[in-house]
């Protein structure tokens, strides 16, 4: 027996070898081409750092232009110029104070030759009225008239702006920086390039608000040092502003190649990026500090970085570098013909190998499987052991189980019949003195009727119709003895499962009245509330056995008390409800009350499987029985019934 087990394991030991050899070609390869793809994976990984690195880098380099512009306006505004301005506002002279803007406007002629950035410079009194503007490297005269509180000549008046009015509210010190927009020509329609104005107060020595000076700075700085990110070929880089307080400008191009989307507000063009881009990308630019996220149209790679000149999260700059997918990740396309090429080969070779397994080791194995289930539908049935290696073998071994599997089956149902049969012995033995009793009663009307009878005739007293009356009450009390008997011969007879078309109303009728004397010795009330009920095809016996187990739990835990019986349709079967007002039932026993054998009662009044059996009764015709209980607050036992079945389902 062994040698032929040995020779069996070398027949599919040849056959896994062969596999073998024939999946480690494939695997050897498969490994390479994950190896190329972790390389395009690693290469796409670097790409989007490298983009991102560029908005990082043009968010710090827009941090520094404001810093620098910021840092010139203090500068002006602690200049000797600007403080000869302010000590000769302090004096009555209008000579002292016309020769101190005479020479702040020197000084500011010399600062925007010396910043190409500086598109003007206004310094404007606490009226709004504009003294002295350097314009794009040229003085603006002051022609008009003179005006308060320092009755001198002004260029214009900016009273009215909020941006002024904002200025004026600045603490010592404070900066003010406006959007980045197109400039207004004045007294024209014209818009001259994008700029930001930069404001600060000016203050004497008494603490008191002398004006205002702004600076205007060019933004084509900005706008040149976006188109530096990324070449045209590579992809693109745009400025975005980020500013949800105003639907006008939340999300308009600031910068852009393409020129005609710029500053949408403000030309007409309403362009966003709303109009560009989804809404998932749009909203993490408009949210997050920075990113990196794939344009799912194109694949694009998109980097973002966030900068507020305004010190704010709601309201800034956002840097967005949109790099083509096609040139970062342009080895790729190699990569996936190579792949191709490679996952072809493979699929070829795993083919070959499956049509291989399909012949040699797959179809005894569907043999197997098919003999299994066959053996499912009818226990009967058998493998066939047409193979002679370990799959033939294993197919020996699963008949033989099959083999001690069926008799551990029939085995296990008759332990389970006679463990029915022995459950219904003890709950006949229960029900038997209450059925004496019953009993004793209609035996002991025959008997005295019989000798009244008798003592009649032997005095010759007794009439034709007298005689026929004591008869025919005779024939009742033994009629009443006889369904006594045949109910219950009916429950201790022995059957096999029948399912027949039965009153689920009927049975528990019955079962009531089986229990009667018994719940009468208890002085338990038992009651029954039905309804029109469905013909199920049950076996009976089993039935009114279950329905007698759980009445008779109910009685020994209610005495003195009721026991509330419910039947009702659900489901196209039929649910039968016991209900006691008894102790209940502990937490701790609820899991276990089904189980062979457990009981709460004393030792000698209850075997433990009263309830064990009628679970696998219920079971068995396809229903369930539930419990609910609280200790203290009686029990309902909830027994359902399937609708019609077939025989033997």
Not at 314 to 332: M, S
Not at 529 to 534: E, I, K, N
Not at 547 to 556: H, K, R, S, T, W
């Amino acid at each position: 027996m062994q040698r032929e087990v040995n020779m069996k394991r070398l027949g599919i030991r040849r056959k896994a070898l062969v596999t073998l050899l024939g999946v480690a070609v494939p695997s050897l390869i498969a490994f390479s081409m994950l190896i190329i793809v972790s390389t395009a994976h690693i290469l796409q990984g670097n790409a989007s750092r490298q983009v991102s690195s560029l908005a990082e880098r043009s968010a710090t380099g827009l941090a520094e232009m404001v810093g620098h512009s910021q840092t010139t306006l203090a500068t002006m505004a602690a200049s000797p110029e600007v403080g000869d301005y302010l000590e000769a506002l302090g004096s009555v002279s209008q000579t002292r104070l016309a020769g101190s803007l005479r020479r702040l406007e020197g000084a500011f002629l010399g600062w925007q030759k010396l910043d190409a950035t500086i598109q003007a410079i206004r310094l404007i009194d606490p009226a709004g009225n504009v003294l002295v503007k350097i314009k794009e490297g040229r003085l603006v005269p002051a022609t008009g008239p003179e005006r308060p509180p320092y009755s001198m000549p002004a260029v214009h008046s900016v009273a009215g702006r909020d941006f002024f009015q904002a200025a004026l509210r600045l603490p010592r010190n404070g900066v003010l920086i406006s959007n980045l927009e197109r400039g207004k020509i004045e007294e024209e329609d014209a818009l001259c390039p994008a700029m930001v104005r930069f404001a600060t107060p000016l203050f004497g020595r008494d603490g008191v608000q002398r004006g205002v000076l702004v600076v205007n700075v060019w933004g084509e700085q900005a706008g040149r040092l976006i188109n530096r990110l990324i070449a045209a070929e590579q992809g693109s880089a745009f400025l975005v502003e980020r500013n949800p307080a105003d639907n006008r400008r939340n999300g308009i191009y600031l910068f852009h190649r393409d020129g005609s989307c710029e500053f949408g507000d403000q030309t007409g063009s309403r362009r966003t990026i709303f109009d560009d881009y989804p809404p998932e990308i749009t909203s993490a630019w408009l949210t997050s500090e920075r990113g990196i996220a794939s344009d799912p149209r194109s694949r694009d790679i998109l980097a973002h970085a966030y900068y507020s000149p305004y010190g704010r999260q709601d309201r800034g700059w956002v840097v967005v570098v949109n790099a083509r997918r096609d040139f970062f990740l342009g080895p790729l396309a190699t990569i996936g013909r190579q792949t191709a090429l490679w996952a072809t080969l493979v699929l070829g070779l795993a083919l070959a190998a499956s049509l291989f397994f399909a012949r040699s080791l797959t179809r005894p194995i569907q043999a197997v499987v098919e003999g299994i289930r066959r053996m499912g539908n009818n226990p009967a049935e058998r493998i066939a052991e047409g193979s002679r290696d370990e799959v033939g073998f294993l197919a020996g071994e699963i008949n033989r189980m099959a083999d001690a599997i069926q008799q551990s089956a029939e085995e296990r149902l008759r332990v389970e019949e006679r463990i029915r049969g022995t459950e219904k012995l003890a709950s006949i033995g229960e029900m038997a003195a209450g059925l004496a009793h019953e009993l004793n009663t209609p035996l002991g009307n025959i008997k005295a009727l019989a000798i009244l009878a008798r003592k009649g005739i032997e005095r010759g007293e007794c009439d034709r119709r007298s005689l026929t009356g004591d008869l025919d009450d005779i024939a009742d009390q033994a009629g009443k003895c006889s369904g006594i008997i045949a109910g219950l011969l009916s429950f201790a007879r022995r059957s096999g499962a029948t399912p027949a078309p039965h009153d689920p109303a009927v049975i528990m009728g019955e079962a009531l009245a089986l229990v009667r004397l018994r719940a009468e010795n208890r002085q338990v009330r038992l009651s029954c509330d039905d309804a029109p009920l469905p013909s199920l095809l049950i076996d009976g016996d089993q039935l009114r056995q279950v329905f007698v187990n759980i009445l008779l739990n109910g009685i020994d835990a209610a005495p003195g008390g009721e026991v509330a019986v419910t039947l009702r349709q659900r489901d196209g079967g039929v649910q039968a409800s016991f209900r006691d007002n008894g102790c209940g039932i502990a937490p701790e026993h609820l899991d276990r009350i089904f189980d062979p054998f457990f009981t709460t009662k004393e030792v000698g009044e209850g075997t433990g499987l009263g309830l064990s059996v009628s679970y696998g009764m219920i079971n068995g015709m396809g229903g369930d029985i539930e419990v609910e209980s609280r200790p203290g607050e009686g029990a309902c036992f909830k027994v359902f019934i399937p609708g019609t079945r077939e025989v033997g389902a």
